[in-house]
């Protein structure tokens, strides 16, 4: 490795390095024959990693005319665990890192544990991975392989990203609004760091709109795979796609002969249905899920000669609604790109097959091209907070690649003045500051700046930890979902759904202390609570704890207060510091379980999940207006008239009112008009 120069390393002393008997890392371990014998069959199977391919691919990364290679080849051309190792050879003399970034953590701990063991090497030494809650990186590490959120932060920290030699950011067709604003950070760096280099990966990817972005000739196409495909596509389109899988799974099974099968579906709760009815029809095959909130160590699946792989062409497709300030989650076709990067995974290491469950008319015209960019189907409150906290005053001139729309920066600049993190000149507050400090969302600050206030800082830490998490503490698997509704009464609060996590949350870590790891499962199955999750929410409930000092909230963590739990306005000063960051989503009450919310009037239902069903509040909060085929507040708290005056949002020159002035909601008014009068106002 001595004689490595960097940028000047040729693929030929790089094959020679890791086939050789010794490992070229530690020049004390010698390789295993399993080892040389996997190389050389790497060598045949995937033309990216012989000597042609890997010189082509070291002349366009060692171009001194752009410091940004763009990659692009067929799903299982080996792009990612191949290019990344001949990225670090070519580095190694640095001494700097190379960073590979990934959309999940689920790709990012994969793709990590495929490549060190492809080194010959345990996985937290040379080779790592850094994900949320999780990080098995070290001093030692030289390839680590992060998630594209976490690269932003360590942005955050050194904006010239100075112990980096290289970023992979891989799989951009996934068009994240992390990825989208990485691309933009990455590109700035490139002006102050002449040695860094940048790699964009994709097996689907707008060549000319990336090269002309980067303004880069560094292109390098990986082989096409070499292995067919066949894609079928179904002449009439199922009514009722899972009937349609089950009866493509029955014909592929009565085959004499078959690999593994993969099936994409658009929701956890499909997967785990599917897989029940799958088991329960065969016998004779396993039936496994995968999905992201799976227990880690049952995303760790290597799956070998899978050959065959069914889908819908449809998922779970979560946008917003910048207009009513609501998110939204639908069932929408996938892309053209997302149809033609599943395909490739059914010929990684075989002939495969694809059964498309839709016609080839429907692919041609109703899919979309190419996945549209996160920001495009996002809330961007939080995004324009953290690029003013990065020093981008007018966010309007930021260099995205695709910028998103002027009513997301209209709704999202609305939104930050209200909570008082911009001024009326869109100029970043000091509280503005620090809200961009914390990993939740931005408006949770809000909400522990009045915990500390009102002495509950320690259950709105733990709050904001539970309710920042994507997937809830709680689980209701569909086939089971009555008993698990009967459970959730153990933790039952009829004044808000966040309390309810609360005291979820807080029995577990009781359980945690008195049970061992064996029976706290089963005490988690027992209540449907979320093992996984709750451990999470523990690990980011730590990390807020240290983040509220380095936000200024308290000055050291002894000053981090709780109340206690026989408090008779325990309920109470809870439910107001949750007001402070979500009075903007406040509702009154109509009739029955539905509210107009009072900043613009709309009409939402109660989720049917929530605690406050049937209770008949006058007000409430939620911590997210949704639709789903109906508008319903999501995380619903009860509050009280008395306490929403304070706040700007609720007087009478901020309620909505119609073309002629006139006030949309009287009622509203009227209510709000008593409050201040009872109170002196």
Known sequence: ?????????????????????????????????????????????LPVCGLAQRQRFLDAYQSEKSQVTVVTGETGSGKTTQLAKTILFDEFASGLRVACTQPSQ????????????????????????????????????????????????????????????????????ERTANIDMLLALVKKSLATRHDLKVVIMSATIDLEKFRRYFNTANVFEASRQVHSVDIKHVDTAPI?????????????????????????????????????????????????????????????LAIGGSGTLTYCGLKKEAGYNYRVGMSTLLTAPISQDS??????????????????????????????????????????????????SLGFHDVTRFDWFDPPHPEAYLRAIGDLEALGYIDNRCRITPNGRQAAVLPVHCAWYNCLLKAHELGCLGQMITIAAVMSLQDDILSRPHEVRYAADVMRKCFGHGESDPLVRLNAIHCYIQMKKDLSTEHLVGWCNEYFVNHEVAKQVISLRSQLRDLVVKAEIVQDRSEILSLNEEDEEYSAKIRQ??????????????????????????????????????????WVICLDLH????????????????????????????LPKDYFGKFKNPRMKACLDDVRQKMGQ
């Not at 030929?12 to 014998?37: C, R, V």
């Not at 009815?277 to 049952?298: C, E, M, T």
Request: with cysteine.
């Open 627 to 654: 639709y789903s085929g109906v508008q319903y507040m999501r995380m619903v708290t009860a509050v009280e008239p008395e306490w929403l005056i304070e706040y700007p949002l609720f007087s009478d020159d901020q």
């Open 339 to 388: 149809a033609r990067q599943r395909a490739g995974r059914a010929g990684r290491t075989q002939s495969g097959e694809v059964y498309r469950l839709y016609t080839k008319e429907f692919h041609d015209n109703s899919m979309s091209k190419h996945t549209p960019p996160g920001v495009h189907m996002r809330e961007v409150s939080g995004v324009v907070l953290r690029l003013k």
């Open 240 to 300: 009722l796609y899972e009937t349609a899988i089950q009866a493509t799974v029955r014909h592929i099974v009565s085959r004499p002969t078959h690999g593994h099968i993969l099936i994409f579906m658009t929701h956890s709760s499909e997967i785990e249905r599917m897989c029940l009815v799958l088991q329960k029809n065969h016998p004779s095959i396993r039936a496994v899920p995968l999905y992201s909130s799976l227990p880690k160590h049952d995303q760790d």
């Open 106 to 173: 689920v790709a990012t701990i994969g793709v990590a544990a495929r490549v060190a063991l492809e080194m010959d090497v345990g996985l937290g030494t040379l080779v790592g991975y850094k994900v949320r809650f999780d990080n098995t990186t070290s001093r030692k590490t030289r390839l680590a392989f992060l998630t594209d959120g976490l690269v932003l932060r360590q942005y955050e920290q050194d904006p010239s990203l100075s112990n980096y030699a290289c970023i992979i950011i891989d799989e951009v067709h």
């Open 1 to 45: 490795m001595d004689r490595l120069v960097r940028n000047k390393t040729t693929a030929s002393e790089a094959m020679e390095l890791e086939s050789g008997a010794m490992n070229p890392f530690y020049p004390e371990k010698q390789h295993t024959q399993g080892y040389l014998d996997e190389l050389q069959k790497r060598r045949q199977t």
């Open 577 to 618: 510091a949750l007001l402070a960051g979500f009075f903007m989503k406040a509702g009154m009450r109509t009739s029955n379980d539905t509210y107009k919310t009072a900043r613009d009037n709309h009409i939402f239902l109660l989720d049917p999940q929530s605690c406050l069903i049937g209770m008949n509040y006058q």
